[in-house]
């Protein structure tokens, strides 16, 4: 007869290896987040959705790959370890849509504190959207659960870390504030993940594991293909005109916009 018994769960196959890359992918993907968000709040409010699409994109697509290089180092021991592809696809979107409406919600409504705290709740639970799906992905031979108190501890960290993060890039100007809302947005993206990951339980109990992929065939192929992404965003803010947050003196007449509603001289 098989009786069930409690896995032991390994976030650290590979030592600091998967935490540290995950880290600054995170930060990566926060810095040319924040820094769209920075730049589409210095221009007219119908002139900004297409930095704030970008932004929603990089910030995004760079949380979905801290996540899933995290998962790389993720053991369980005595079982098989696969992701469903569809419900993982799904976790991106996720993370793309909800970060983008809280992006999208404190760059046409201001940096008012209400707005600001709206923004940073659906931000962080974008974050955290993404996470638990994506751990709704995984398939182990038995049953997954989690501690409620470290879930919602979990998100609480998102929120509060992603609203000081927006808070930072809206308040303070500089290259100092945008590099602190990077490694403060990096900070609460792997605090969260390695935190719900400790709420995890696994109970095996004999059941296939389905049939899905392991992560190491889709989740670095992936955040490649997403590091593109990152660096063409990265490019279009360095090629685009600075903001005038620097205290540029009046420029001369205008005579195109870019896409994303920058006005060109």
């Not at 932004?55 to 469903?84: E, K, N, P, R």
Request: with cysteine.
């Amino acid at each position: 007869m098989n009786h069930d018994t409690m896995a032991h769960l390994n976030g650290f196959q590979y030592g600091w290896v998967n935490p540290v890359v995950a880290y600054l992918i995170a930060c990566a993907g926060a810095a040319i987040g924040l820094r769209c968000t920075a730049r589409a709040m210095t221009l007219r409010p119908d002139r900004r959705f297409g930095w704030l699409a970008l932004a929603a994109g990089a910030f995004g697509c760079g949380i979905w790959s801290m996540h899933f290089i995290a998962m790389l180092g993720f053991m369980v021991d005595a079982s098989t370890l696969v992701y469903d592809i569809p419900l993982t696809l799904l976790s991106l979107l996720v993370a793309i849509v909800v970060v983008g409406l809280g992006i999208g919600f404190v760059g046409y409504r201001g940096k008012s504190t209400g707005t600001l705290l709206v923004s940073g709740l659906l931000t962080g639970c974008g974050v955290a959207g993404m996470h638990y799906i994506g751990m709704a992905a995984m398939q182990v031979e038995g049953r997954v659960s989690y501690d409620g108190l470290l879930v919602a501890a979990s998100v609480a960290i998102a929120v509060a870390a992603a609203t000081a993060a927006l808070w930072m890039t809206l308040n303070v100007k500089g290259l100092p504030a945008a590099l602190g809302a990077a490694l403060i947005a990096g900070v609460a993206v792997v605090a969260m993940h390695y935190t719900a990951m400790a709420a995890v339980g696994v109970t095996l109990d004999g059941r296939p594991a389905g049939d899905g992929t392991p992560a190491s065939q889709f989740a670095l192929p992936l955040a490649v293909g997403i590091m593109v992404v990152l660096a063409v965003a990265g490019i279009a803010i360095a090629l685009s005109p600075q903001d005038p947050e620097g205290g540029s003196g009046p420029a001369a007449e205008p005579i195109r916009v870019d896409l994303f509603g920058q006005e060109r001289y």
